[in-house]
């Protein structure tokens, strides 16, 4: 199972990464945040340094990101195994002018009307953000390697008997969500909150969003109230909740951002990587990892499910990927379910 002290970042598998530390990140536009005691320009120069590449655990050209084992060099941590991370930023519309105009431009081939070139921007224009897993355990090692996908459909016996025990017994954390909806991390990040401890969420930039453009917006709503999982736990009673969560949401982002409703995909993912209800809110166009079909449930057809049937979730079947050395796939495998 992903490991649940994450949000964001894994594209290829389908889970969700999280709050690990990101050394170089959007700025934060659209909204007031508060200034950094220090420079993390600085801050990152000393955590790289001396970084010791053991392997590279997965690669996309298309994604255009690495993902890396290593040992720290220096610091607190100096010797401790790490997991780095490291993917080209996106492209933004308002920095064309400036980048055709100081970049660097090598020919490379020109055949009739087609050429290539290597183009070398400034350093301001190049940017990599990396995102840092340290002290990183075998299990955040594991998560990170490629890895072989399998579709499992989850009966709601087989969740109940095989699924839901795995979770109890391995006591997943999500303390870093209890603090963002405490505000003792990332309260400066909020864009939104509706307080109320039924129907009340927090609404936060996913961290693969640098909140430089809008083409590749990505927001989390985290519900206040805790004892809800995942999809499997929602009945009829919860409709307020996701009822506000679709509503506000989406006239936060409008206000906000001025993105309208109809240019957004809200849903939920199953399996979840963390085991704290909470909604995704993407851009349509956005390719974002984890909307694919065997994964993302609609949060209109979430309502219109329980609407329908207050049982649903709990007893229709579910189709989900796991990765090769998923632990739950191995229980599902023992009791002859895949």
């Not at 655990?57 to 993902?67: A, Q």
């Not at 980048?99 to 490379?108: A, G, H, P, Y």
């Not at 209109?300 to 709990?314: A, C, E, G, K, P």
């Amino acid at each position: 199972m992903a490991d649940t002290k994450k949000r964001s970042l894994d594209s290829d598998n389908g889970t969700e990464s999280g709050p690990e530390k990101k050394l170089a990140s959007g700025d934060g536009a659209g909204k007031d945040t508060k200034k950094p005691t220090a420079d993390p320009g600085s801050e990152a120069g000393s955590v790289l340094a001396g970084f010791q590449t053991e392997k590279i655990m997965r690669e996309s050209s298309r994604e255009k990101n690495i993902f890396i084992h290593g040992k720290m060099g220096s610091g607190p941590n100096e010797g401790r195994d790490a997991v780095l991370i490291l993917e080209k930023t996106p492209f933004r519309e308002d920095s064309l002018a400036e980048l055709f105009k100081t970049s660097e431009l090598k020919l490379q081939m020109r055949n009739d009307i087609y050429s290539t070139y290597h183009l070398h921007p400034p350093t301001h224009l190049n940017d990599i953000k990396a995102t840092m897993v340290c002290p990183a355990t075998e299990k955040h090692i594991k998560k990170y390697q490629s890895q072989e996908l399998f579709l499992i459909q989850e009966s709601g016996e087989d969740y109940r008997n095989i699924t839901l025990p795995y979770i109890q017994e391995q006591s997943f954390s999500v303390q870093w969500v209890y603090n963002i909806l405490e505000k003792k991390a990332e309260a400066d990040r909020i864009v939104f909150e509706d307080p109320d401890p039924q129907n009340g969420f927090v609404l936060i930039p996913d961290f693969k969003w640098d909140q430089k453009q809008l083409d590749d917006l990505y927001l989390i709503a985290i519900c206040h109230q805790r004892e809800i999982k995942s999809l499997r736990d929602l009945t009829r009673e919860h409709l307020p909740l996701l009822q506000n969560i679709q509503q506000q949401g989406q006239e936060a982002i409008m206000k906000r951002y001025s993105v309208p409703s109809c240019r957004l995909r809200v849903y939920l993912h199953y399996q979840p990587s963390y085991y704290h209800l909470h909604v995704h809110f993407t851009v349509l166009g956005y390719e974002a990892p984890g909307c694919g079909v065997e994964r993302a449930h609609l949060l209109s057809d979430v309502i219109q499910n329980l609407q329908t049937d207050t049982q649903h979730y709990h007893t229709r079947t579910l189709t989900y990927p796991l990765r090769a050395d998923d632990a739950l796939l191995h229980k599902l495998r023992e009791a002859g379910r895949f």
